[in-house]
Nanobody, 113 residues
């Protein structure tokens, strides 16, 4: 069955960096667009970054442009989110998303001020 397993979350001070990873299985990874979403406490889930199957033209939320970078490795069936210059408002559970329907379990990112 389809599995998306995120890792790399944690606690970091403002200005720090984290790299999230998402390992995929159970589907043809290279054929799916991949994205990262996040959901802060009491807020709706929002798109952070998305990458097409062709590994070009990434899309970012305005709030993370210039700080976050999404990438994928089709050979490893993985997608990554490099997060730099983290801010307290980046605190959320981050979810890996494949295609239209598949979600990971989420990984907590907490940025302290």
């Amino acid at each position: 069955q389809v599995q998306l397993v995120e890792s790399g979350g944690g606690l970091v001070q403002a200005g720090g960096s984290l790299r999230l990873s998402c390992a995929a299985s159970g589907f043809t990874f290279s054929r799916f667009s991949m994205s990262w979403y996040r959901q802060a406490l009491g807020k709706e889930r929002e798109l952070v970054a998305a990458l097409t199957r062709a590994d070009d033209s990434p899309n970012y939320a305005e709030s993370v442009k210039g700080r976050f970078t999404i990438s994928r490795d089709n050979a490893k069936k993985s997608v990554y989110l490099q997060m730099n210059s983290l801010r307290p408002e980046d605190t959320a559970v981050y979810y890996c998303h494949a295609g239209l329907y598949y979600w990971g379990q989420g990984t907590q990112v907490t940025v302290s001020s």
